[in-house]
């Protein structure tokens, strides 16, 4: 088992409509969580970041946490075609010195 | 100019050729990372460091070998290239908290 796991996709989301990512985190201590956007052929981005149980909202982005559970979640409102990219899911382990990143969720956004 | 920047950008090599990758840093970052991307796998760690006296490997740190010669600078090395080491090297840099990289432009590797 894969310590980070995302869906691979392609996630096909119309324009307008709400974009949900998963993630699953095998290490029970982690502390920090991160979502990073990467488009084709570019480095990635950090879009956001939780550490704390619930919802975290920024902007048209929304990070949801649930450690009990152990997955955490973005969901990305009134999606756009600018928002087509590979999502990368990363986790802090319990040690705070290194991220585990995901496989990556691939979004597309048809206009 | 770019805050994280890798040279090469691209390369090109055969197999049994010692390949140095550079980076370097303006952040002025304590911490510094390497991680090769393959499709569909995400960033693999490959080594970090924490300050120049400080090296530590990754998930994946055989066949390669890094330098730490100034806080700026990172370099990582194959001494001996083979073909499953083709990829898309990134560098990165965080603060001394780490909760967010910067990433560099990439360097796309290729060993024939």
């Known amino acids: 088992q894969k310590e980070v796991e995302q869906n691979s996709g392609p996630l096909s989301v119309p324009e307008g409509a709400i974009a949900s990512l998963n993630c699953t985190y095998s290490?029970?201590?982690?502390?920090?969580f991160f979502w990073y956007r990467q488009y084709s052929g570019k480095s990635p981005e950090l879009i956001m970041f939780?550490?704390?149980?619930g919802d975290k909202e920024d902007g048209r982005f929304t990070a949801q946490l649930n450690k009990a559970s152990q997955y955490v979640s973005l969901l990305i409102r009134d999606s756009q075609p600018s928002d087509s990219a590979t999502y990368l899911c990363?986790?802090?382990?319990?040690?705070?010195?290194?991220?585990?990143f995901g496989g990556g969720t691939r979004v597309l956004v048809k206009p | 100019d770019a805050d994280v920047t890798q040279t090469p950008r691209n390369r090109i090599t055969k197999t049994g050729k010692r390949i140095m990758l550079e980076c370097s840093q303006t952040?002025?970052?304590?911490?510094m990372y390497w991680y090769r991307q393959d499709p569909g796998l995400g960033l693999q760690l490959i080594y970090y460091?924490?300050?120049?006296?400080?090296?530590n490997k990754g998930e994946i740190s055989d066949g390669y070998s890094v330098s730490r010669q100034a806080q700026a600078k990172f370099s990582l090395s194959l001494e001996s290239a083979i073909p499953n080491q083709t990829a898309l090297y990134f560098c990165?840099?965080?603060?001394?908290?780490?909760?967010?990289?910067?990433f560099g432009p990439g360097t796309r590797l290729t060993v024939l």
């Open positions: 990165a840099t965080s603060d001394l908290q780490g909760r967010e990289q910067f």
């Open positions: 290490d029970r201590g982690s502390q920090s």
């Open positions: 939780i550490y704390s149980n």
């Open positions: 990363a986790v802090m382990g319990a040690a705070g010195n290194k991220l585990t």
């Open positions: 952040k002025g970052h304590d911490r």
């Open positions: 460091s924490f300050d120049v006296k400080d090296i």
